[in-house]
């Protein structure tokens, strides 16, 4: 390699690793439960993620009801609603999307795919997956005490979150900050892990430059999410303080049923400011392992090298910089100094250039493409479609004079399901029926996982295109009734109805999904190592599943990118990254 | 915000340099010769517990950072009325820099490996976060015996927040200075026992820095307004 610095093969770490260094597991309870086992850990934050995840669909099927059917349900009322629509949005986003994708595919994929033998710091990435369960169980806790869990909808603003008059005032609240707090905290950790063993752990010949897309995008978004979290940290810890202590750093004088209360002097602006300074790059927290999963998919079934690697890291690299000044545009309708309106959709504009050559590049991947209609692939192919959609409206609503109108209307809901819930859960499905093999060394079943995507795939498009329409008339989100308004046609009313009995279609193909996953765990076709002919290197360990230390007696050593597929001259149409020869383009021999 | 975009602004300069550095520029898809050179990863000589380090403290940095951006947006609101900071502050904060000076001694005689030195410089630094801490307890009790308590006013919560995070931090370093006096009776100086001294170390001194932040802006911010107002002059 070109540039390398005289001595950089002083850095290179030994070919075999003693024994001693590496953590063995002594019982059943340190091998399954209090595993220090990255492969275990991603296993454990991946189930732990679906189970809430299945909370959050119950509650999504519980709206739709009675957004669908509004007083047919006498169980549900506008307290419970806005329940649901809290605990749905905030499982999604936080313990479902960002847990899944770093916790979950970065602890399993990221030791494998760079050729390390574990994380660096295994304790502390166990102490990551019990604190995340934790936060979790608070969680989960705050659906039983008085008063039920917080509604004061995703975003947690204050006032209103910690007023009373919002479900979930007495306790709710309490939990659902203290939860976000201990999430973080696991998170940090994991974290940690993530980034030094992506930094300082990886094969011999593994450049920067010769890593997948799915390690730049995992720890891309670690690097952000390290760095995006101490903002919501930073206001749950304040808004826990004006909650408990009686402390006004969110909260204004205010009156409340003719008295005064004892607040006075803080600024609920502050707290949509920090709120926000995390929830933006949340987004790409989650879109980018989602775009370097995707990267890898494409690549992998239709057998030709990613178009343009290059642009495509330092896409992930600009998209991940760019996204931490772009926070404002979700608070358009707070009102803001016209300036600083002008800045903030400039900024969410430009963003829409790196994104853009990522898209790009994944079509021009599939272009003359030996494409093989997989289930990863079509996820993949899914998701291209259902992110350029999402997208697409996103550009309407980074526009300040676009954005004010539509911003209490359905269009957002139609919106940041299309690009932030529905792309990435795409992905999620793609790449464990793409993994699975390896996890567990038996394929998914192919019917079941047809079904499951066709039903989820139309499904979603006719749950929330739908919803873009129901925008534009002006329907309003986080109303939990329509009641009458002269405004909406009796169509809309339909169109409810029909959305919302997809949406419970689609919830129970997930439930055919989890059999699968159960199912093919014992009936599976048997895999081998590498069922895909993937280039990766965690297709080419000596076990599989993969065994503890990951690579048996020595790590591998790497001679080329990720993505040598379709090598002209070369014997089978991949070249694994382990393998040494022959050099691209000379017709000879591979050994 | 300002502060904080300052700070992402300063890490992004950071990174992007560094992922220059480290042939963000190569194209991969030509490089395969096997008879060439192997490419290691490129020459990091650090141990993975200082980068490990250097992360979290990248973390705790951005966690102040937005908490400083916070007292800047409350502190330009109208209704601020400022708190008589403690001269207490003063002391606490001589103590702090003391502290950081004996962690260094300490580093400098494990790399002599002299042990009665190490000894000396863990234990003075470790008393001296301590007496830190009793003193900031005492602060918060002259503040609040004086009639300010954590509701009466956000400038006085944003001073006791701030604290208390900052102290809480220093705890957290007590715990992990504990637990490498503890590896003190062994008697040598071993490559272990040197890396727990330098990480605490480094640790002292991000804190010294911080606190020195901190300090600046609760107890000096109201004389430097006017310098915080023309900066954000033309945004109003």
């Known amino acids: ?591 | 915000m300002i502060v904080t975009l300052l700070f992402m602004l300063v890490l992004a300069a950071v990174a992007g340099w560094w992922l220059l550095k480290h042939g963000l520029g190569s194209r991969p898809w030509l490089e395969t010769d096997p008879a060439g050179p192997l490419p290691g990863p490129e020459p990091s000589l650090l141990p993975e517990a200082k980068l490990g380090l250097g992360v979290f403290l990248t973390v705790a940095a951005a966690l102040l950072a937005m908490l400083v951006s916070s007292y800047l947006m409350r502190m330009d609101m109208e209704d601020w009325r400022p708190l008589p900071w403690p001269r207490l502050l003063w002391f606490n904060t001589g103590v702090l820099v003391l502290s950081s000076v004996a962690l260094h001694g300490a580093v400098a005689a494990a790399r002599r490996e002299e042990m009665a030195g190490l000894r000396r410089g863990l234990l003075a630094g470790g008393a001296g976060a301590a007496v830190f801490l009793v003193g900031q307890l005492l602060a918060w009790r002259q503040l609040s015996a004086a009639g300010y308590r954590l509701s009466t006013n956000p400038a006085d919560a944003f001073f006791y927040l701030v604290t208390a995070v900052h102290g809480l931090h220093v705890l957290g370093g007590l715990v992990a200075l504990g637990r490498t006096v503890a590896r003190l009776p062994d008697g040598r100086v071993t490559q272990r026992l040197r890396l727990s001294v330098e990480l605490c170390a480094t640790y002292w001194h991000f804190l010294l820095l911080a606190w020195l932040v901190l300090f600046a802006l609760l107890a000096f911010s109201p004389s430097f307004l006017w310098l915080y107002e023309i900066c954000t002059a033309p945004l109003r």
């Open chain 1, 1 to 591: 390699m070109s540039g390398m610095a005289p001595g950089a093969d002083q850095a290179i770490p030994p070919a075999e690793t003693a024994e001693v260094e590496l953590y063995h597991p002594h019982s059943w309870l340190t091998k399954y439960v209090f595993s220090q086992d990255a492969k275990v850990i991603g296993i454990q934050y991946s189930l732990t993620a679906i189970a809430i995840g299945m909370v959050a669909l119950v509650l999504s099927w519980l709206m739709r009801l009675q957004l669908g059917f509004p007083g047919t349900f006498s169980f549900i009322d506008a307290n419970t609603y806005y329940q649901f629509i809290t605990m749905h949005g905030m499982i999604m986003v936080v313990y479902l999307l960002t847990a899944l994708f770093l916790g979950g595919f970065g602890n399993y994929l990221i030791p494998l795919m760079v050729g390390a033998r574990d994380m660096v710091f295994p304790y502390v990435n166990m102490l990551s997956y019990w604190i995340y369960l934790l936060a979790v169980l608070v969680l989960v806790a705050s659906f039983f005490v008085p008063g039920g869990p917080t509604g004061a909808g995703w975003t947690l603003y204050p006032p209103q979150a910690i007023l009373s008059g919002t479900p979930g005032q007495e306790w709710g609240i309490i939990l659902m900050l203290l939860s976000l707090a201990l999430f973080i905290i696991g998170f940090t950790m994991g974290g940690l892990n993530y980034a030094v063993t992506v930094l300082q752990a990886r094969a011999r010949g593994m450049t920067l430059m010769r890593m997948p897309l799915t390690v730049w995008g995992i720890f891309t978004a670690t690097v952000m999410a390290l760095l995006a979290f101490p903002a919501l940290f930073v206001g749950a810890v304040m808004m826990l303080f004006d909650r408990l202590l009686g402390t006004s750093f969110f909260m204004p004088t205010l009156v409340e049923m003719g008295q005064q209360l004892r607040y006075g002097g803080g600024s609920p602006i502050l707290f949509q400011h920090l709120f926000w300074f995390f929830g933006h790059p949340e987004v790409y927290i989650v879109a980018l392992p989602a775009f370097g999963i995707v990267s890898d998919l494409i690549s992998t079934h239709a057998r030709r090298n990613i178009f343009g690697y290059r642009m495509m890291v330092w896409a992930i690299v600009i998209i991940g910089a760019l996204s931490f000044v772009v926070w404002a545009h979700h608070m358009y309708v707070s009102g803001m100094h016209p300036y600083f309106g002008f800045f903030f959709a400039t900024t969410t504009l430009i963003i829409a250039i790196p994104t853009a050559i990522k898209v790009y590049n994944w079509v021009l991947t599939l272009w003359r493409g030996n494409i093989h209609l997989t289930l990863p692939m079509l996820f993949a192919l899914a998701f291209i479609v259902t992110f350029v959609n999402g997208g697409l409206t996103g550009l309407f609503l980074g526009n300040v004079v676009v954005d004010v109108p539509l911003s209490d209307t359905m269009f957002v809901v139609a919106h940041f399901h299309m690009v932030m819930g529905v792309a990435p859960i795409l992905v999620i499905f793609g790449g464990i029926y793409h993994w699975y093999p390896k996890i567990t060394g038996r394929m998914m079943n192919e019917a079941m996982g047809q079904f499951h995507f066709w039903v989820t795939f139309l499904g979603a498009y006719a749950i929330f295109f739908p919803m873009h329409y129901l925008g534009l008339l002006g329907i309003p989100r986080r109303y939990h009734e329509l009641g009458e308004m002269s405004f909406v046609p009796a169509s809309a009313h339909d169109l409810n109805a029909f959305i919302s009995i997809v949406a419970l279609v689609v919830g129970f193909a997930q439930l055919v999904f989890l059999f699968n996953l159960a199912w093919s765990l014992r009936h599976g076709r048997l895999a081998g190592g590498n069922p895909w002919n993937a280039t990766t290197l965690e297709w080419q360990t000596p076990e599989t599943p993969p065994g503890h230390g990951n690579w048996g007696k020595e790590l591998p050593v790497v001679y080329r990118w990720a993505y040598d597929y379709s090598v002209p001259g070369a014997e089978q149409d991949y070249l694994p990254q382990n393998h040494p020869g022959p050099a691209r383009g000379t017709a000879g021999t591979a050994a």
